[in-house]
């Protein structure tokens, strides 16, 4: 090696322009140099150890965010909201009932006509049936599970005038007017006492009822003198039966099967022993139908 380029060599290293030799190189060149050269310490670390160091700090940082090693509230999933009721709609029929009687009606007028349109409606069996007043003129009655209101809207619409009327030898049928001012009643439906649905002799429905005391002696008096005349049951100046007296009633107990050749039905019976138990309307009644949509939770 030339003596200039062991001199450069050598300035290098002490300039530490050049990577840390070893020892054994140092050595090697300060016998060459016959000068000490000085051993720079390397401040740089190992590329492991400066990985493992951020490794470490960014585990003790997640430690300290996080509390020791459990998930911040923050981090925590949002906690599933709580099922919803399932539900499922209905249509429940309405029957809108509008007093078309006088111009104003008493509260006692309609106090009463609430309690007989309850009456008629309970009569019909129907569950969770409801009748609510509305205005000082008009109610509602809910029918839940009802598919046909026809009936009830027929039941509940009649005025309820039962009446009891003599016609001599005039022969009508079932369903015929009859005026009341030409054939006036022995009388009226309030001198019943009860009333209940019965059968005749072959099984079909027949409604029977029970007279007031003095009811029934007038009926004993006018049966008795009126053998083989017609004698008419109506209700509302309708004729339901109108058999022939054939003999003297003198217990005050009825029993009516329906004229006609049809005898009645099972809801017929009971529809009229409804009308006659709840007694007459006070006003006429505008009855119509409507339905809305009820949600019921599952």
Do not use: C
């Given at each position: ?106 509260p006692a ?61 005039r022969q ?74 054939q003999n ?51």
């Open positions: 090696m030339s003596d200039d380029l062991e001199r450069r060599l050598a300035e290098a290293f002490h300039r530490g322009s050049l990577p840390t030799a070893s020892d054994r190189l140092v050595e090697s060149l300060e016998r060459v140099t016959e000068r000490p050269i000085v051993r720079r310490r390397s401040h740089s670390r190992p590329i492991v150890g400066v990985l493992a160091a951020a490794i470490a700090l960014a585990a003790i940082g997640a430690w300290i965010v996080t509390g020791g090693g459990r998930p911040s509230q923050a981090e925590l999933p949002p906690p599933s909201a709580a099922p919803a009721a399932s539900a499922t709609t209905t249509r429940v029929p309405i029957l809108r009932i509008e007093l078309s009687g006088p111009t104003t009606v008493t007028a309609m106090d009463e006509v609430e309690r007989i349109l309850k009456a008629r409606v309970d009569a019909t069996g129907v569950a969770d049936a409801t009748v609510a007043r509305t205005s000082a003129r008009t109610l509602t009655v809910e029918l839940p599970g009802v598919t046909d209101t026809e009936g009830i809207r027929r039941l509940i619409s009649h005025p309820g005038r039962l009446a009891f009327v003599p016609l001599g030898s009508v049928s079932e369903g015929d007017l009859v005026d009341p001012a030409q054939f006036p009643p022995i009388f009226s439906g309030d001198q019943v006492a009860s009333a209940a649905v019965g059968q005749d002799q072959t099984g079909n429905p027949t409604v029977d009822f029970v007279l007031r005391s003095d009811a029934a002696t007038a009926f004993a008096r006018y049966t008795a003198a009126n053998i083989g005349t017609y004698l008419a049951i109506t209700l509302d100046d309708t004729v339901i039966t109108s058999p022939v007296i003297a009633i003198t217990d005050g107990h009825v029993q009516i099967t329906g004229g006609g050749p049809a005898a009645f039905n099972a809801q017929d019976a009971a529809e009229l022993v409804a009308i006659i138990q709840s007694g007459p309307l006070p006003v006429a009644l505008q009855v119509t139908s409507a339905t809305v949509d009820a949600a019921t939770s599952s």
